[in-house]
């Protein structure tokens, strides 16, 4: 059961114009969500977060959008350059219940931008 | 650098061993994560400690055990390997509990052959 899915596994986007990430999430108990983008052989880079009391929050090129009424968060890069190449994951945090599910990021599988000069 | 520390970087081991995997989270983090990440599963949560206390626990094995020490470093623990158990581990801290961003290590690759 994936409860976070980014179902474009690959955006291809020229130098300098907009890249939109999509993700979706089916579990109401998802309140705060990050964007992560990773290199090969590298760990995750932390980009952007954004909790469910917002619907938007932006940081210099790379923005969030929440929709929490259609369980749908995306990332708007702008301009995007072709250091922006690279996997892009969105993960969610659900509120506690019980105590078991605390800090724990649900990861969605990832769409890789390719940033074209 | 992220300043989340993991070693080693590569490991390979044979099916029926068990290895320890390291982590040295960043300075004044007092949460740190497991995370795997193998070809067709994603990365997927294994667990989570607070200041040397278990938080959250993912579909983490039996084989696999994992403790944080009172200087916040932690080590995950596999035993019994498997080939299925190669895979990308991450550690990740954080300086709360929850709603925050985690900052993951470069990661261990483990090859079980």
Same mark, same amino acid.
């Given at each position: 059961?994936?409860?976070?899915?980014?179902?474009?596994? *690959?955006?291809?986007?020229?130098?300098?114009?907009?890249?939109?990430?999509?993700?979706?999430?089916?579990? *109401?108990?998802?309140? #705060?969500?990050?964007? #992560?983008?990773?290199?090969?052989?590298?760990?995750? @880079?932390?980009?952007?977060?954004?909790?469910?009391?917002?619907?938007?929050?932006?940081?210099?090129?790379?923005?969030?959008?929440?929709?929490? *009424?259609?369980?749908?968060?995306?990332?708007?890069?702008?301009?995007?350059?072709?250091?922006?190449?690279?996997? #892009?994951?969105?993960?969610?945090?659900?509120?506690?219940?019980?105590?078991?599910? #605390?800090?724990?990021?649900?990861?969605?599988?990832?769409?890789?931008? @390719?940033?074209?000069? | 650098?992220?300043? /989340?520390?993991?070693?080693?970087? =590569? $490991?390979?081991?044979?099916?029926?061993?068990?290895?320890?995997?390291?982590?040295?989270?960043?300075?004044?983090? +007092?949460? /740190?994560?497991?995370? !795997?990440?193998?070809?067709?599963?994603? +990365? !997927?949560?294994?667990?989570?400690?607070? &200041?040397?206390?278990?938080?959250?626990?993912? &579909?983490? $094995?039996?084989?696999?055990?994992?403790?944080?020490?009172?200087? $916040? =470093?932690?080590?995950? &623990?596999?035993?019994?390997?498997?080939?299925?158990?190669?895979?990308?581990?991450?550690?990740?801290?954080?300086?709360? !509990?929850? &709603?925050?961003?985690?900052?993951?290590? !470069?990661?261990?690759?483990?090859?079980?052959?």
């Amino acid at each position: 059961d994936q409860q976070v899915k980014q179902n474009s596994p *690959s955006l291809s986007v020229q130098e300098g114009r907009i890249s939109i990430l999509n993700c979706d999430y089916t579990n *109401s108990m998802f309140d #705060y969500f990050l964007w #992560y983008k990773k290199y090969p052989a590298e760990g995750p @880079t932390f980009l952007i977060s954004i909790s469910s009391i917002k619907d938007k929050n932006e940081d210099g090129r790379f923005t969030v959008f929440l929709n929490k *009424s259609a369980k749908h968060l995306s990332l708007h890069i702008v301009p995007s350059q072709p250091g922006d190449s690279a996997v #892009y994951f969105c993960a969610a945090s659900a509120r506690s219940r019980g105590g078991t599910s #605390y800090g724990k990021l649900t990861f969605g599988q990832g769409t890789i931008l @390719t940033v074209h000069p | 650098d992220s300043g /989340v520390t993991q070693t080693p970087k =590569h $490991l390979i081991t044979a099916t029926g061993q068990r290895v320890t995997l390291r982590c040295s989270p960043r300075s004044g983090d +007092l949460s /740190v994560y497991w995370y !795997q990440q193998s070809l067709d599963q994603g +990365l !997927q949560f294994l667990i989570q400690y607070y &200041n040397g206390e278990e938080r959250a626990k993912g &579909n983490i $094995l039996e084989r696999f055990s994992a403790q944080q020490f009172p200087d $916040l =470093h932690s080590e995950l &623990n596999l035993s019994s390997l498997e080939l299925g158990d190669s895979a990308l581990y991450f550690c990740a801290s954080s300086a709360r !509990q929850r &709603n925050t961003e985690a900052f993951f290590g !470069q990661g261990t690759r483990l090859t079980v052959v």
